[in-house]
């Protein structure tokens, strides 16, 4: 599109005596060459966009499975940031999975949490579409924590509180630690921002449960606020 302009202004250059109505007839020319090429750049920046947002969201995934992998080796089970223990959820699809339920109702009860997760995201199964930051989304929690991190103004996503499970105690190595706080220690204090302007990282956990051979990890779904629907990815150990 540039080289195109150019060589009109060199074309014209060339020319002595050019009236009026040619010079008039080029610059409409010039101006709508114009007028077509903003769109277009206007979708490149917000495809770079995109890209740059799916990036950092698989860095956070990353973090989240050496995070994992760490507690894992640690403290029996694995779990991620925000979670009090491998069977506690972070945001608001399902619940602690009490292992005294059965291997069963364990499994059960995660798989419906983790197929809420996504009707809410695809808008499957009554819900809407979750494609925007002003969508409600009380269900989610703030990756890096609101006041870390940019935010709109009117979002409904919330912090990860830290909220003791059933057999948390005071001597647990994350007992009152939230979730922001875990977050931000994998990456040095430095919270990744979303480049979009309504954008803001957040996270779900559907929590692990059961035990022996019926055990299953919990699994992470991580989004940038701008437009859940197109920027998000999970990870399931």
Excluded at 76 to 95: M, S, T, W
Excluded at 153 to 175: E, I, K, L, M
Excluded at 180 to 203: C, P, V
Aim: aromatic share 8%.
């Amino acid at each position: 599109m540039k080289q195109t302009i150019k060589n009109i202004w060199k074309s014209l250059s060339r020319v002595n005596g050019n009236s009026l109505a040619e010079f008039a007839t080029v610059s409409a020319l010039m101006a709508t060459l114009a007028a077509t090429a903003a769109p277009k750049l206007s979708e490149m920046s917000e495809g770079t966009k995109g890209e740059k947002s799916g990036s950092e969201i698989d860095k956070i995934l990353t973090q989240a499975g050496n995070f994992y992998q760490a507690t894992a080796d640690t403290e029996g089970r694995g779990r991620f940031p925000g979670q009090e223990k491998y069977n506690c959820a972070v945001g608001g699809y399902g619940g602690e999975l009490l292992i005294s339920a059965g291997n069963q109702a364990n499994s059960d009860a995660a798989t419906i949490a983790l197929d809420q997760v996504y009707d809410k995201l695809n808008g499957d199964n009554g819900q809407d579409e979750f494609n925007s930051w002003d969508d409600p989304a009380g269900k989610w929690r703030s990756v890096f924590g609101i006041s870390n991190s940019d935010i709109p103004d009117g979002h409904s996503v919330q912090d990860d509180d830290y909220d003791p499970c059933d057999d948390c105690v005071a001597t647990d190595d994350n007992y009152g630690v939230n979730g922001e706080d875990e977050w931000l220690q994998l990456f040095n204090g430095n919270a990744l921002e979303s480049k979009f302007q309504d954008g803001h990282f957040i996270y779900v956990v559907v929590p692990g449960g059961g035990s022996g051979l019926g055990s299953f990890p919990p699994v992470i779904v991580v989004a940038d606020l701008e437009n859940p629907h197109d920027f998000n990815n999970s990870l399931e150990p």
